[in-house]
Every structure is written in structure tokens, then in C-alpha cells.
């Protein structure tokens, strides 16, 4: 076994006899919610190890050589796609960190019209605004939630912030988990700058200071039970030289491999709670791009999103402005051919932003035979109606600002040139199998609820009925949110942790 640079990081070898480990708790995952819940097992004074499939890559690392960073830090190369009326495609991380490495660093709470929801209609008073402060503050604390420094923004934001205002409409300026981000433009393949402030700089090393450690490279496959409680994890330690069996054996196993592999790895062992709830209540946040060519250079550097147009919250939309990396462009531009050309050639005058639903719809992720992954969501009519609306703000925005044309997500309407054209593209109605869509938000497949018919979870995190087995990730999340989740999942997780803590402590004092 050689240890990594940073110590308590663990990159076992991946030849040799089945390595057998022994704690308090065992950790799935080591993005949002693992990290997060790790750091505060180890320090209520518990034996903690994190268990990561991917590998651990510190910031020197990071590197613009984008396809190598794809296949290092995403889950297959980033070739991810939910099934639907419309494919949507998204990203996992794949690494120490999780998606918290390749996110954009946009830092939200929980609105508190939607945790009245979760105490009042689903059981959960541990989670009112009052019970998860401490953890909100806790979180941006640790996690180092603050505004951009001045001039980092770049002219996307610039361009955005100012047709929203030259438009009277209502701004909000995003706080983002960063340290002096220069603006580089490249969070999506990790921050070559060391200056996002993922798990990997934040929650880890307070896991580390309390003598607990991540192990790279093990993928949980199983789930250990015995007499009906579960009692560790095993799986194998895969890299290129080879594969290696473990087993780590604890007092309780705390999943927290995201709202896809979390389900999925229920299911594949067979856990499924009495109401059938694992995998279901599957929401995404559904988002989609649009680009408008401006007469001077507004891309190529800046921070992602420094700004939201909050102006439209009260109809479930929100606009941001998203710096689409070069490399990626190619592929989120709905064009072909010579137009597409033209496009890659003129990309630093294009501006992108996206547009945000706070979606009504929930999917599902399934295990079918062979232990085949299904994941499916359908985008609803009622919300695609909120996607033509909001390509109509942010079309609008974009011409007040100063846009020659604007680029949309719908199929046969890739070309506004006027504002015109913007009643023209609501008047055609474009439909959801002819639209473009991607999501980096996935959501609630494992929800938690104060009524064990309604949910998988127990108000504390527990899996109803299944001993000594707890979620800490997106997957624990009871609902959609219509913001970013990062902040959420941490505190979900913190509160989850705290609660567990509690609990094996007192019974090892009895
Ligand atoms: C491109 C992108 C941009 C985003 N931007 C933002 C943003 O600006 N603000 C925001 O709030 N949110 C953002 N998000 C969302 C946010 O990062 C995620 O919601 C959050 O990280 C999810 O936390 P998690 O703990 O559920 O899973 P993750 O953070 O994805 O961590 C899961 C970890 O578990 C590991 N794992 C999975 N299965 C296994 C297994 N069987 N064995 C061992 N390890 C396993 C994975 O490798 C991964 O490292 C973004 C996400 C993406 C992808
Ligand atoms: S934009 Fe900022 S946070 Fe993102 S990769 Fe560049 S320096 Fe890092």
C-alpha cells in the first residue's frame, strides 16, 4: 500500500491479497455529502474511512488539456444521459471531492418557502430554517462562501448584468466557495489555480486533522448485512495495474456516492424500503443554454455566474450567465456544419448563459436485469412552457444588452436575429423532443420524509428499517430546491452526521 503526498490520503494497491479494514464509520464517496459527513463523524471522535472509485488529483494537476481531464475527473468521460421524452445529458465527479471538484462553486441556501414545505407537508422539523442555520453557517464557513473579487468576473457577467439592468430587472450576486478565483474559466475540468474551494480543501483535511482518511480507487459494490443490520461494505480497488478485493467492517455505513450511484447500489444489493421508494422521486433541475454573438470579444475568461436574474422566481425560472469552456462549445451549440464552423470562429464574441427550471416532473432510477442502470426523467409540457418563457427573457436581456443574434436550444428555431424573432419562437411552441437539455443537478432518490410511506429515509437518515445504514448526499435531499444544491447537501449532511454521532456515542456508553 503507498500512501499519496497529502497525508491520511490512502492509494491502496491494487494487487495482493483482500485488504480487510476495520472502523466506526465507513463512508461512499467523498464528494458534497461524503466529505462533509465524514469530517463530522471523525470529529464527534469516531473512526472514520472514506471510501472513493476515483482517484485523488491535486491542483497541479489541472491542466487545460481538457480531454485528459474529462477522463481523469468525470464519471465515463462525461458520456452521461438521462433517458426521456428528450435525452439529458449531465455530470458526475469521479474523484476525491466528487462533483464538488467540477462544479461551477455557486453557494445557495435552502429558500425557506422550500424547508416550510419539508417540515409542514413532509414530516421533517429537524430541517426548518431555525434547526439548519448553524449548519447553513457552518457550511459557508468551512466551504468559504464569498463574492468574486472585483474584476474577476469577465465581460459574460458584464454583458448579462447589463441588459438585466438596463431592463429594470432584479439581480442577484452569487456567492461562490472560492479564495481570489481569477476567473480562469475552467471549473468544469477542476480549478488549475487551487482557488475553488472544493471538499478536497475544505471538509477533507478536518477528516484528516481527526486521524480519519480516504482510501482512492474502492468501489463499493456490496453492502454487508447480518441478522438485519448492515455492518460495512465491499468491493474492489480497480486502477490500471490491476484489481484487488476489500472489506471494511463497521458499526454503520453512511452512503453518499451521489442520486444516481447511491440507488443504484441500493438496489443492486437488494435494498428497497417496504413503500418502494428507492430510485423514485427523481428531480434535475432541468437547464438550458443559450448564446448571443456580440460586435466585441465578451468570452474566453471569467467566473461562472457571478450574477442570477432573480426577476422571475415567482414562475419557477431563473437566468444565469455560464462561460462555456471553448472545448465544450462545439457540442452545446445546437448547429452543424458551416453555421457551427462559423460559430467556433467567432466563439470570443459569443455570450452563453442557461436557464434554470425549478421542475414539477420526478423520475426514476432503476436497476433492471443483470443489474443493468436505468435512469429516466420525462421534462413535462408544463415546464417545457417555462423553458420557452425563460429563452424568451434571457433572449431579450440579450438583445437589450446589445446582441447582434441569439442562439436557442430549440431545434427548429436555432436563430433569433431580433426581438421579432422572440414572438415568433414562442408562437412556434418548439417541443420538448426538439430541445436541448443538460443538468448538473441531481436530486431525491433516496428522499427523506417524516412518513416512512412517502420516503426512504428516516427524519435522522437512517434507511427506514434497515439498521446501521444512513444516506448523506443529493439522494437524501426530500425535494427539488430551484437553486444550487452544494450548501443544501452539506448541511442535509452535517445534520444527518451530527445525529449519528450522537447516537453510536451513547451506545457505546452504555
Ligand atoms: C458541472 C457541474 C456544475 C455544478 N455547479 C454547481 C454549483 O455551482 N453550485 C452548486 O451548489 N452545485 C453545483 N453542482 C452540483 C453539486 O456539485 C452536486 O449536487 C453535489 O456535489 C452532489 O453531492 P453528492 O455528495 O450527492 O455527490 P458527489 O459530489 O457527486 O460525490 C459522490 C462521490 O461518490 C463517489 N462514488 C459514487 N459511487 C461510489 C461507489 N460505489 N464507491 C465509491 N465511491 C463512489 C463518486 O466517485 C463521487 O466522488 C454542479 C455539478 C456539476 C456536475
Ligand atoms: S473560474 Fe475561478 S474557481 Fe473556476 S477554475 Fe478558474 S480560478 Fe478556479
Known amino acids: 500500500m503507498t500512501a499519496a503526498a497529502t497525508p491520511n490520503i490512502v492509494v491502496p494497491e491494487s494487487r495482493g491479497a483482500t485488504l480487510r479494514l476495520d472502523c466506526d464509520v465507513v463512508v461512499v464517496g467523498s464528494g458534497a455529502g461524503g466529505a462533509t459527513a465524514a469530517a463530522t463523524l471523525a470529529e464527534a471522535g469516531l473512526d472514520v474511512i472514506c471510501l472513493e472509485e476515483g482517484g485523488y488529483h491535486p491542483t497541479a494537476e489541472y491542466s487545460a488539456d481538457i480531454p485528459q ?117 475552467d471549473c468544469v475540468t477542476g480549478c488549475p489555480t487551487g482557488a475553488k474551494q472544493s471538499t478536497i480543501s475544505t471538509w477533507l483535511p478536518r477528516l484528516y486533522a481527526r486521524g480519519g482518511a480516504v482510501y482512492t480507487h474502492c468501489r463499493v459494490e456490496k453492502i454487508l448485512q447480518e441478522g438485519g443490520r448492515v455492518v460495512g461494505v465491499a468491493g474492489r480497488i480497480v486502477d490500471l495495474d490491476g484489481e484487488r478485493r476489500f472489506v471494511v467492517r463497521s458499526r454503520a455505513v453512511v452512503l453518499a456516492g451521489g442520486a444516481v450511484q447511491t440507488p443504484i447500489l441500493m438496489l443492486r444489493n437488494g435494498i428497497q424500503v417496504k413503500s418502494g421508494q428507492v430510485g423514485r422521486n427523481f428531480t434535475i433541475h432541468p437547464n438550458v443554454k443559450m448564446a448571443a454573438l456580440f460586435d466585441h470579444p465578451v468570452a474566453v475568461r471569467g467566473a461562472h455566474q457571478a450574477w442570477q436574474c432573480i426577476e422571475f422566481e415567482h414562475e419557477g425560472i431563473l437566468m444565469a450567465p455560464g462561460l462555456i469552456p471553448l472545448a465544450f462549445q462545439s457540442v452545446a451549440f445546437n448547429d452543424f456544419g458551416p453555421r457551427l464552423a462559423q460559430r467556433m470562429r467567432d466563439h470570443e464574441h459569443i455570450a452563453t448563459g442557461g436557464i434554470l427550471v425549478d421542475d414539477h416532473a420526478s423520475g426514476r432510477v432503476q436497476v433492471l436485469p443483470f443489474g443493468i442502470p436505468l435512469v429516466r426523467y420525462d421534462v413535462t409540457d408544463e415546464d417545457q412552457r417555462r423553458f420557452i418563457q425563460g429563452a424568451a427573457y434571457l433572449a431579450t436581456l440579450y438583445f437589450e444588452a446589445g446582441a447582434r443574434e441569439v442562439y436557442t436550444p430549440f431545434h427548429h428555431f436555432p436563430r433569433l436575429r431580433s426581438p421579432d424573432d422572440i414572438r415568433r419562437m414562442k408562437a412556434a411552441a418548439p417541443r420538448v423532443q426538439d430541445t436541448e437539455y443538460f443538468t448538473a443537478h441531481l436530486m431525491g432518490t433516496v428522499r427523506m420524509h417524516g412518513d416512512a410511506r412517502q420516503g426512504a429515509l428516516s427524519p435522522d437518515g437512517q434507511v427506514w428499517d434497515r439498521p446501521g445504514l444512513y444516506v448523506a448526499d443529493a439522494a437524501a435531499m426530500p425535494g427539488t430546491i430551484g437553486v444550487n444544491p452544494q450548501v443544501t447537501i452539506m448541511a442535509l449532511a452535517r445534520h444527518i452526521a451530527l445525529h449519528l454521532g450522537d447516537r453510536l456515542k451513547s451506545r457505546a456508553a452504555a
Request: hydrophobic share 30%; charged share 25%.
Open 69 to 185: 481531464m474529462i477522463a481523469k475527473i468525470l464519471r465515463n468521460g462525461g458520456a452521461t444521459a438521462i433517458m426521456g421524452r428528450s435525452p439529458v445529458p449531465y455530470l458526475e465527479g469521479r474523484c476525491v471531492g466528487g462533483s464538488t471538484v467540477v462544479n461551477g462553486g455557486m453557494c445557495w441556501r435552502t429558500p425557506e418557502r422550500v424547508l416550510d414545505t419539508w417540515v409542514n407537508e413532509y414530516r421533517l422539523e429537524a430541517l426548518s430554517a431555525r434547526r439548519l442555520e448553524p449548519h447553513f453557517e457552518e457550511v459557508e464557513r468551512t466551504i468559504n462562501a464569498r463574492y468574486q473579487d472585483p474584476g474577476s468576473e469577465g465581460p459574460n457577467n458584464d454583458m448579462f448584468k447589463r441588459g438585466a439592468d438596463r431592463l429594470g430587472w432584479k439581480l442577484s450576486k452569487n456567492r461562490r466557495n472560492q479564495i481570489h478565483c481569477v476567473g480562469s474559466n
